[in-house]
């Protein structure tokens, strides 16, 4: 096992800089730089749903796939919605929502280390300028704000265990951290008991708010904050607590989405946007395929296309689809070359990242790479661009928008790096 | 000695730790002109320069901080009301001398050194006994540590310390191996202040100090021994023939080293003919591991765990003072290396020193440091001032609350240990073991309030889960009911609202009230009578629990 993470090194870079910025590890460094700017996001009513494949899901058997060559493996490709475009077979159901999606073929990024990736990626790997970015989520719980539901802004539905994850903040502070629900479940003890009334609760609230006052005058005021946030984030995730309840699921929908993971949890993200969530997460783990790489695609891959194919679907059943962006990646793709376990390795040299929604211009492919799937052909695009890209999807000028960190003003995205025009309308 | 940036930068760990070591192992172990305490205020106060201070802190504050610290709790109203009318001008020094003596403290510290070294991976019976007999006998850190690191399994009262490697040699599903680069990992961070995780597969890229070899030189130590099993914690190590073979992924040059000890270098492989490997045999039969005559384990043990190992002093007097003072002179606590330098480097060098010189006593190390103004201020700014970093400790730094911190303050806050205590003087911790719903409440309290695993518990991250948990567990929520002898069914007795503030606020958090606070009390309180009433001073203990101020030691 290795050791090599680099969130390890940003939390550390993390807290030195609280450290010297005066004290504020613990939340709320950050700001944007134009308070006008702040006011308008307020009202955006534009959401992001992020679908994390962590591990790195195989390009060559999904989005671009190199049937009959050294490399390409068993799998066959299949045309799609898009005339002459073709994906891979392990993904049907996809194939025929093409013209709503747009997939970038030329992505080529740094990182091929361990799973250090990761960060880089869901950091947008900005220059590095010794601050640790936030993750996608964080950032734009920062830059955009809870919507008008007033949900915490940052969810992520994953398996495994829940909690909140404050590290993904980085520099921002704890606040920008995410909520995530482990196994889609709500946090526990969600539901007041009976024995509370509602009245006898908000009377011990508000007490509590007045003692916490008058506690945070003339100390350093971040741990109080932090403190107070946790409450009402509590308080507004009570107000949703049927978004929990599987009983209200129909069973067409448990269908549709699968009622393996991957799908009751793309299914909890669809309601989660629908109630409000302004950044939504949703991960599945296991795609580090170094061995068997084919059948591990063989078991996967269907439940990527089938619970994505009904997330887009009703996406724009609903009129959605003009407010939600919809990003499926992961930190990097898998080499060309199989290994001696038939399995495939870590590539960021040459891969895939597939969005639909928001601000994207549908039926677009971008970008070719090496008949033998080696390298980018086209101009390579790197996490940078994609940030650029997706901000401005959104309604965020990258180019402009700055977070500020302490007095120091920090770009959104890679400042050598911009949008890419032909995703976008 | 100064820790020079510009000269030191360069070098490899070693060579680093030699420079250190010279200074360390002799001129900086001098004659104590003054009492540590006072050195201590002197170099922070001269760093802090014109930074204005916090005032002292009142006796209060001061009361609540070091019980919790030093007796992993809040006061009693008792102990409260005891310590504020004493008028002796030493009483403060008085306290900490009583706390460091008294029947909490090796609680505290078992509790401590159990979350700072075991990092929320489990519990084992035998770990917590070998913790607190340590605690009980104000054991050496050293020999804790060599405990740790070369474990006895003849010693009934320290065998449990092996629980620090077989915990980290646990398998962890089907899909993860045993995690032994974790274990070398853990060991270098948390005995030495150093992370070589990163310097595993090749040179750390970002930190000059870490090399390849010495995470392979410490590594193959552990990948040499494993867990024996049993119904005790203990290992068991193979005879070790060769220096390990490696190479860095980036240049693959093959490479070889002998044990490497952070802090001390290289330690050459002692070998022996085949057959005279062990100096006591090993015996199934009996099921005796046998003593090798040359045992990594032993060396590592010996070689990190020492005075002349200038990291180890130094890690463990960064941690405690983190401990006190709510950050590390060095920060991260395990990234020691020339490029980090400590905030106060003559003071981390005179802690270490003297730690050293008084022989790794930690209870005389809590004891100065508890005495220093600088732990003694108050956590609230100096007027309107601009905040001043926590580094530069004018201010009293706020800290965490552990979850056994937060449980045991809750069960004095709350009255709750008078509810079920009868009239023994037994310590709190037995009269929670016998009463089972308390049992229920330490272990939800713990799963609550705690890390997950594997994150260390250094910064405050209070949560969802936490906040819901306060505010709907049933078992939380029957505290602040009224029932036989606790603290709402006092203060429903109490007819002048003055005085049940001051009894509510003295219990819950340690200090009397406020005007504002008599004022919301009274408020509150107004026209309410019987069952509304006593409802509403439930809810005042609760809003006094849930507060910010309760959950930190500020």
Redesign the interface.
Request: hydrophobic share 35%; with cysteine.
């Given at each position: 096992m290795n050791h090599c993470r680099s969130w390890e090194h940003g939390w550390s870079r993390r807290r030195m800089l609280g450290a010297m910025a005066g004290g504020a590890g613990v939340a709320g460094l950050g700001g944007i730089l134009q308070p006008a700017a702040a006011e308008e996001m307020a009202r955006n009513d534009k959401q992001i749903l992020l679908i994390w494949l962590d591990g790195g899901m195989s390009q060559l058997e999904s989005w671009d796939p190199k049937p009959n060559t050294p490399f390409g493996g068993p799998f066959r490709s299949i045309p799609t919605a898009l005339p002459g475009i073709h994906v891979s077979e392990l993904m049907p159901k996809l194939s025929r929502q093409m013209k709503r999606l747009a997939v970038v073929r030329s992505m080529k990024t740094e990182d091929a280390n361990h799973s250090s990736g990761v960060p880089k990626i869901l950091r947008g790997q900005p220059r590095n300028r010794g601050v640790t970015y936030p993750y996608l989520g964080s950032a734009v719980a920062k830059l955009m704000g809870p919507t008008e539901s007033g949900l915490p802004p940052y969810v992520w539905v994953k398996p495994g265990n829940g909690g909140f994850i404050a590290k993904h903040a980085g520099f921002l502070g704890a606040k920008y951290g995410a909520l995530a629900l482990g196994d889609g479940k709500p946090p526990a003890n969600l539901v007041r008991p009976d024995s509370i009334s509602s009245a006898a609760d908000a009377a011990r609230q508000e007490l509590r708010r007045k003692f916490n006052r008058q506690f945070a005058d003339r100390r350093r005021a971040n741990f109080n904050e932090a403190n107070s946030y946790v409450y009402d984030v509590a308080g507004t995730l009570m107000k949703h607590v049927e978004l929990f309840d599987e009983a209200k699921l129909s069973e067409k929908d448990r269908r549709r989405y699968g009622t393996h993971d991957l799908g009751r949890h793309a299914l909890l993200a669809r309601r989660l946007i629908e109630a409000g969530v302004r950044f939504v997460q949703v991960t599945s783990y296991g795609w580090d395929t170094h061995g068997d790489n084919f059948n591990s695609h063989a078991s996967r891959m269907p439940k990527v296309d089938q619970s994505v194919t009904a997330l887009i679907e009703d996406l724009y059943d609903r009129g959605l689809d003009e407010r939600v962006l919809v990003v499926m990646m992961a930190e990097f793709g898998r080499t060309p070359r199989i290994n001696g376990s038939v399995g495939r390795d870590h590539w960021p040299n040459a891969w895939s990242v597939a969005m639909a929604g928001c601000g994207i211009r549908p039926g677009t492919v971008v970008g070719e790479t090496l008949p033998d799937g080696t390298d980018v052909k086209t101009t390579p695009y790197d996490i940078g661009h994609m940030f650029h890209t997706w901000f401005s999807a959104v309604g965020l000028d990258s180019a402009e928008a700055e977070y500020m960190n302490g007095t120091q003003p920090l770009p959104i995205a890679h400042d050598d790096m911009h949008k890419v025009d032909e995703l976008l309308i | 000695m100064v820790w020079s940036r510009s000269s030191l930068m360069r070098q490899p760990l070693v060579l680093l730790v030699a420079c250190l070591a010279a200074a360390d192992g002799s001129n900086l172990v001098q004659a104590a002109e003054a009492p540590l305490h006072q050195v201590i205020d002197r170099l922070v106060e001269s760093r802090a320069g014109k930074q204005p201070l916090a005032a002292m802190s009142d006796d209060a504050e001061f009361l609540r901080r070091v019980m919790l610290d030093l007796a992993g709790r809040i006061p009693t109203v008792a102990e409260a009301r005891r310590f504020l009318g004493e008028t002796a001008a030493d009483k403060r020094f008085t306290l900490i001398d009583s706390l460091l003596s008294g029947d909490d403290y090796p609680r505290r510290m078992q509790e401590l050194f159990h979350v700072m070294l075991m990092e929320r991976r489990g519990e084992h019976a035998e770990w917590t006994k070998f913790l607190r007999y340590a605690f009980n006998q104000n054991l050496p850190w050293d020999r804790v540590a060599r405990a740790m690191l070369s474990p006895d399994a003849t010693d009934e009262n320290l065998r449990g310390a092996a629980y620090f490697l077989t915990a980290r040699l646990t398998k962890e599903g089907a899909m993860?191996?045993v995690?032994v680069?974790?274990l070398t990992?853990d060991v270098g961070r948390l005995m030495a202040g150093v992370?070589f995780?990163?310097a595993?597969?090749h040179d750390h890229v970002?930190i000059e100090d870490y090399k390849q070899v010495d995470f392979q030189g410490l590594h193959m130590i552990f990948e040499n021994m494993q867990s024996r099993g049993g119904e005790f914690p203990a290992v068991t190590e193979k005879v070790m023939t060769k220096p390990r073979e490696f190479k860095s992924v980036f240049t693959r040059d093959p490479r070889t080293t002998p044990l490497r000890i952070p802090g001390a270098g290289d330690v050459s492989i002692r070998t022996f003919p085949k057959g005279e490997e062990y100096s006591v045999a090993p015996d199934r039969k009996a099921k005796r591991t046998g003593v090798l005559k040359f045992s990594p384990l032993r060396e590592l043990a010996g070689g990190l765990a020492t005075g002349k190992n200038p990291l180890f002093a130094r890690n463990i007097v960064n941690r405690l003072w983190f401990v006190m003072m709510g950050?590390g002179l060095v920060?991260?606590l395990d990234?020691f290396h020339s490029a980090?330098p400590p905030t106060h480097p003559e003071l981390l060098d005179r802690l270490a020193g003297e730690f050293v010189s008084h022989k790794f006593d930690i209870k005389w190390l809590l004891g100065q440091l508890a005495r220093t103004r600088c732990y003694q201020r108050s956590?609230?700014?100096p007027g309107d001032q601009p905040?001043?970093?926590?580094?530069s400790y004018t201010?009293a730094?706020?800290k965490r609350l552990s979850a056994e911190q937060l449980f045991w303050s809750t069960l004095v806050a709350t009255g709750e240990i008078d509810r079920v205590k009868p009239a023994t003087d037994d310590t709190l911790e037995k009269v929670v073991a016998r009463t089972e719903s308390l049992v229920e409440l330490q272990k939800q309290f713990l799963k609550t309030f705690s890390n997950?695993p594997k994150e260390p518990e250094?910064?405050?991250?209070?949560?969802?889960?936490?906040?819901?948990?306060l505010?709907?567990?049933?078992a939380v929520?029957d505290l602040v009911k009224p029932r036989p002898g606790n603290l709402v069914t006092k203060l429903a007795a109490e007819p002048d609202t003055g005085k049940l503030s001051e009894a509510l606020f003295l219990a819950v958090v340690s200090r009397g009230p406020?005007t504002?606070?008599v004022q919301?009390v009274a408020k509150?309180l107004e026209n309410k009578t019987g069952a509304a009433r006593i409802?509403?001073i439930g809810?005042?203990a609760?809003?006094?629990l849930?507060?910010?101020?309760f959950?930190?030691n500020?």
């Open positions: - | 993860a191996p995690d680069p974790g990992r992370d995780g990163c595993q597969c970002s950050r920060e991260p990234l980090n956590s609230r700014l905040l001043s970093p926590r580094s201010v730094n706020q997950p250094v910064d405050f991250a209070p949560t969802v889960k936490g906040a819901l948990y505010m709907h567990d049933q929520l406020t504002a606070d919301v509150l409802e509403a809810q005042l609760w809003a006094l849930a507060s910010t101020e959950c930190l500020h």
